[in-house]
């Protein structure tokens, strides 16, 4: 419940003005003990959310907007139980989400960096690289993550993981069989799933294990 609690608050960050988290906010210990009731019993499932395309700082994302209780759930299990288990496998500088290695942390290790090659080789003739993967999140394997993580996270954290992950199958049904068969190889993009590839379409038939949200 502490954990619970402590989800929702940071769920109402730059959010407690919307009516969902206020109507949440309002019946918040009920709302809150059906939630430790569900996970505890293992019957929590996702609510159906929103969906909605961005253009964030000239990125186009399709994003699923979740519901608060489970953006609830979310917090706890991405701000709480995944860092925990995760974090002693994590090479020192990755800085990513991690409580108290925030831009500033990585400022200095790129600092650090920059002072350990002059050191070593006594000039600034060296180089930088940048990399960034094309459609990464929407790519996300979820046989991949099963294997990477669950064998250092709990079985607590395994169930409800996979309640996220199952969430973000694509309905692939439009595919014919040659392009299921090659579509977890080949580089999907949500922005076009969602504006070429209507509901009628996606009938069930055939679902696509990859892909999440930036949030998630």
């Known amino acids: ?10 769920s109402m960050k730059g959010s407690a003005w ?9 019946d918040l210990l009920s709302e809150l003990t059906s939630l430790s009731r569900e996970i505890e019993d293992r019957t929590y499932q996702t609510s159906k959310g ?21 953006r609830v759930v979310r917090h706890v299990l991405c701000d709480n139980e995944l860092p925990n288990s995760l974090h002693k496998y994590l090479i020192h500088n990755n800085g990513a989400s991690q409580k108290g ?11 650090r960096d920059l002072h350990n090659f002059w050191l070593k080789h006594h000039t600034n003739n060296g180089y930088v690289a940048f990399v960034d993967f094309s459609k990464f ?7 991949k993550v099963r294997d990477m993580i669950y064998p250092k996270i709990g079985e ?4 409800l993981l996979d309640e996220v992950l199952e969430r973000f199958s694509i309905d692939v049904s439009y595919m014919d069989m040659s392009e299921f068969l090659q579509c ?25 294990d990859k892909g999440v949200d930036i949030g998630d």
């Open 184 to 208: 977890m190889d080949k580089k999907f993009d949500s922005v076009w799933y969602y504006d070429n590839v209507p509901a009628s379409m996606r009938t069930g038939e055939k679902s696509m």
């Open 1 to 10: 419940m502490n954990l619970l609690y402590e989800g929702f608050k940071r």
């Open 50 to 70: 929103t969906e909605f395309t961005l253009n964030e700082r000239g990125k186009i994302r399709h994003i699923h907007g979740g519901r608060m209780r489970d």
């Open 101 to 111: 290695e925030g831009i500033k942390f990585a400022r200095d290790m790129f600092e």
């Open 18 to 26: 919307k009516e969902e988290p206020q109507r949440f906010e309002i």
């Open 137 to 143: 999140y929407d790519n996300i394997q979820h046989d």
């Open 156 to 159: 607590e954290s395994q169930w």
